[in-house]
């Protein structure tokens, strides 16, 4: 229901009159009549010919003027960082504020209590003049926060001594406080709120109880602010305050949402209420536009959405003219709606054509409104598939899963699988999501993926586990509607009893082993990371243990047969020690240590993990200190892991300060080493396969820098072996392989997997 009052004011030009108020010992004197509300900020000059950066990590938009907009992120996941952000150049300013409040324009309000409410000494910035800034402090008032109106002046509610409320403006012009009672406001109003001031005036809601029994209801009125006066009011239900985000106003219209979806507007020259319901839950609420006769309504959410798998289409940002009743869509989605200058509506959502920013609304010619994108995030608004995470060779009885990147995670999955020769397949519908226990398809990371384990539960294709090529494709449809669904497809080779040769927990990405100063050795997963073609952490480290110290030489040398990598340590004394390890796709444990033997103190130089004789298992090697080369054949067997060592380079090898088994990086026959001399220089040994080398090719100087480079085997999943190089300053770089003997490695990349923590002393 709505009420309307009789008449309605023009804006006056200027506020003539003041209402003073003693405020008490030291508070500032306060004149006889109060200067004008502040004019409108100019633009800057120019205009913004293309969209700016979207600030990155930004948590939310708060507030656009006409020359930038204000988002919000966190620092350390606790504090607030406020942001200023240019349409002319996209350069930043960081506010220093607890919390901030959009007053359409250029004035930026901030304050250091917990909510806008408690902030009672609030900050007004103007960022188009140099973040000039006026304080208003509101506590001998003993008033609240309600907006910031103008550059100097805000809306405050006010509790008189008798308990009555009153709304006031307060002004600040030099060292002068003013403040003006806005007359219409029942004396009974609780939490009074208010949209940003549009054209002179603002819309405010609150609380009135009444009645008997006593109950509450809403009410709202429009104020003019240069006459201080409310010049019409409307009751209506189902409705509360809420800051004013939830509620607009313009020239000829009034809108606000209520429980469950409802929206409301009324036309300011008759006072008709109209209403639009919307299938919502109970509490959801739409968000609010208004230009001119236009209405604008969608349903706030996260593109990526909630985490719960809701699967309710959104409903797209749309607009609808209250006088013809024509409606069409402005975007996808939306997530929040500001009031902009000059009648503009800035919101931050997206559109399938143009990607995730913040877009300008504003009417064009014809009189309709039409969106603009003005900041861009560079994300996309439509669901990606951004590639495969499946090891080039799959091994059917690993934990490791067939993994697959979307660009969010609020998807369900059409997933099918066939192994080509045998035309058997498998095929489900996988349900994403990552609350509380969430999808048990969902990895994280905007990453689904399924198990052979979990395919053998419910498919005859899984049990009978066929080794060779098998096709996979699957749709992927967005769960909230957002955009079209995406299909991808592609295949993968499978086998049977692979062993890994960097892969200690066996979840299908490589592990670093890390000793630190203090002899605590660490497990480190990592991943690759596709956007940074990089190698990043996958999780925290994982601490295996103290006590390391006692070892000189730590080295992962892949699966003592099939399964998660071993290795081997060697003690002061020369003897060397296995650690057999059990990786369970998501946790590794570790045996009590098996001697292999001593003697190992001949040796300058260790390294395992490539396969040099092709049986499929990963071998080791050894240089002695007159420089000969040795092969020790990894047997499979946990009880005498390694044969008979068999010489393979007469002399030669002391030359070299560090040798690392790299897995077939060459594209040869077999695996491969690498090995740096004592100037630095990185030279390639091509495997024959049998055990012995082609002569070696330089692949370049400067590898002194590093003081480990490991053979983590294939990071990035294209079938060729990588390396991870580590060193002083705990600094860690990524080569990605080529397979090309003649460059092994692309150019390096900076890698963070090791660098977050603190420097090691070994790295294997």
């Not at 001594?161 to 003013?178: F, Q």
């Not at 536009?289 to 236009?294: E, H």
């Not at 590639?387 to 080039?392: F, L, R, S, T, V």
């Not at 009978?464 to 509607?481: H, K, R």
């Amino acid at each position: 229901m709505s009420s309307a009052s009789t008449t309605r004011r023009g804006v006056s030009a200027a506020i003539t009159t003041v209402l003073a108020v003693t405020l008490g010992a030291g508070a500032l004197s306060l004149p006889a009549a109060a200067a004008p509300l502040s004019a409108a900020v100019a633009a800057e000059a120019g205009t913004q010919n293309a969209p700016v950066a979207y600030p990155t990590n930004a948590f939310s938009f708060r507030a656009a003027g006409k020359t930038g907009f204000l988002t919000q992120g966190w620092e350390g996941g606790t504090r607030p960082v406020f942001k200023w952000t240019r349409f002319a150049d996209g350069s930043a300013t960081t506010i220093d504020a607890a919390v901030a409040d959009s007053t359409a324009s250029d004035v930026v309000m901030t304050g250091q209590g917990q909510t806008l409410r408690r902030s009672l000494v609030v900050k007004l910035h103007d960022m188009a003049d140099g973040g000039r800034t006026v304080t208003i402090d509101l506590r001998p008032l003993n008033g609240v926060y309600v907006r910031a109106v103008s550059r100097d002046t805000v809306l405050a509610e006010v509790t008189k001594a008798d308990g009555s409320v009153e709304l006031r403006l307060v002004t600040r012009a030099g060292d002068t406080v003013t403040q003006r009672k806005v007359d219409g406001i029942p004396s009974g109003a609780s939490t009074i709120t208010s949209t940003p001031a549009r054209d002179g005036s603002v819309l405010v809601d609150y609380y009135l109880r009444s009645g008997t029994p006593a109950t509450w209801r809403t009410e709202y009125a429009v104020v003019d602010l240069a006459a201080a006066k409310v010049v019409s009011t409307h009751e209506t239900a189902g409705s509360y305050s809420g800051q004013g985000e939830y509620s607009a106003l313009s020239a000829t219209h009034l809108a606000w949402t209520g429980d469950e979806g409802k929206y409301y507007t009324v036309d300011r020259a008759t006072g008709v209420e109209s209403v639009l319901d919307f299938d919502l839950y109970e509490g959801e609420r739409m968000a609010v536009g208004l230009l001119g006769p236009w209405a604008m309504y969608g349903t706030p959410a996260t593109l990526a959405g909630d985490g719960t798998g809701d699967t309710r289409p959104l409903i797209p940002f749309t607009t609808k003219s209250l006088t013809s009743g024509e409606s069409f869509k402005l975007l996808d989605y939306v997530n929040t709606a500001k009031p902009g200058p000059d009648g503009t509506l800035l919101v931050r959502g997206g559109t399938v054509e143009q990607g995730e920013g913040l877009y300008r609304i504003a009417l064009c010619a014809d009189g309709k409104p039409a969106a603009e994108l003005v900041a861009s995030t560079g994300q996309p608004t439509k669901l990606l598939h951004l590639g495969p995470q499946i090891p080039h060779t799959f091994d059917l009885v690993a934990p490791i899963p067939l993994k697959w990147q979307l660009s969010r995670e609020n998807a369900d999955v059409d997933l099918r699988i066939t192994h080509r020769a045998a035309g058997k397949s498998f095929s489900k519908k996988l349900h994403l999501h990552s609350e509380s226990a969430g999808s048990p398809y969902y990895y994280g990371d905007n990453v689904f993926g399924i198990t052979w384990a979990e395919i053998a539960a419910e498919s005859q294709m899984g049990k009978d586990a066929e080794v060779g090529t098998y096709d996979w494709s699957f749709t992927a449809t967005p769960q909230n509607g957002v955009g079209p669904a995406v299909e991808a497809s592609g295949s993968f080779t499978a086998a049977k009893g692979l062993s890994t040769p960097h892969d200690v927990n066996w979840n299908g990405t490589p592990d670093l082993l890390a000793r630190d100063a203090q002899g605590v050795l660490w497990r480190a997963d990592t991943k690759y990371d596709a956007t940074k073609k990089t190698l990043v952490a996958f999780y925290e480290p994982n601490r295996i243990g103290g006590g390391w110290q006692a070892y000189d030489r730590i080295e992962t040398v892949g699966g003592i047969g099939a399964g998660s990598a071993d290795f081997v340590a060697r003690d002061k004394g020369g003897v060397l020690w296995l650690y057999d390890v059990t990786g369970n796709g998501h946790g590794a444990s570790f045996a009590a240590r098996k001697s292999i033997g001593g003697g190992w103190n001949t040796y300058t130089q260790i390294t395992g993990g490539s396969d040099l004789n092709g049986d499929g298992r990963a071998d080791l090697v050894a240089t002695d200190k007159a420089g000969a080369l040795w092969l020790y054949k990894n047997t499979g067997n946990l009880s005498a892991p390694f044969a008979k060592r068999q010489k393979i380079g007469n002399g030669g090898w002391g030359v070299y300060n560090q040798i690392t088994a790299t897995g077939n990086i060459g594209g040869a026959a077999a695996g491969d080493l690498v090995a740096r001399d004592k100037a630095g220089v990185l030279w390639l040994y091509l495997g024959k396969g049998d055990g012995t080398f082609a002569a070696r090719k330089q692949i370049g100087g400067g590898w002194n820098a590093y003081t480990d480079t490991i053979g983590i085997g294939d990071a990035n999943n294209d079938g060729r072996p990588d390396l991870y190089a580590y060193g002083p300053g705990n600094t860690g770089y990524f080569y990605a392989g080529t397979g090309d003997y003649r460059k092994p490695f692309a150019g390096r990349v900076s890698s963070p997997a090791l660098t977050e923590g603190p420097a090691y002393n070994h790295v294997s």
